[in-house]
Nanobody, 127 residues
């Protein structure tokens, strides 16, 4: 499995970004993909997850109502996006894409320990 994030950058407060994750190398056509983030001096936390087989989405309270996760299974590699409008300084973090077979369908869809495959991350800085 290979996960490659892109699209991060430095933006001002209130601006928007869409970060992307190119996912390849897995057999199943249905899987869970999630975005996590790790801010300076903070632990890694989940932001959003999606099930590619049915679009079931889950958001952490910190991003609910602001961020939107989506998946495009028609592309090769499969693309997962995180749309982040009206960014705030607290959104500054390294953003990681992670994949698991069924984690997002459980009671803990954003458990860091629940995801077995991770990308290298893309940095988002809001100032």
């Amino acid at each position: 499995v290979q996960l490659v994030e892109s699209g991060g950058g430095s933006v001002q407060v209130g601006e928007s970004l869409i970060i992307s994750c190119a996912a390849s190398g897995f057999i199943s056509s249905n899987h869970c993909v999630a975005w996590f983030r790790e801010g300076p001096g903070k632990e890694r936390e989940g932001a959003a997850s999606i099930y590619s087989g049915g679009g079931s989405q889950y958001y952490a309270d910190s991003v609910k109502g602001r961020f939107t996760i989506s998946v495009d299974n028609a592309k090769n590699p499969v693309m997962v996006y995180l749309k982040m409008p009206t960014l705030k300084p607290d959104d500054t973090a390294m953003y990681y894409c992670a994949l698991d077979r069924l984690r997002c369908l459980t009671a803990t869809p954003l458990s860091v320990q629940g995801y077995s495959h991770w990308g290298q991350g893309t940095q988002v800085t809001v100032s």
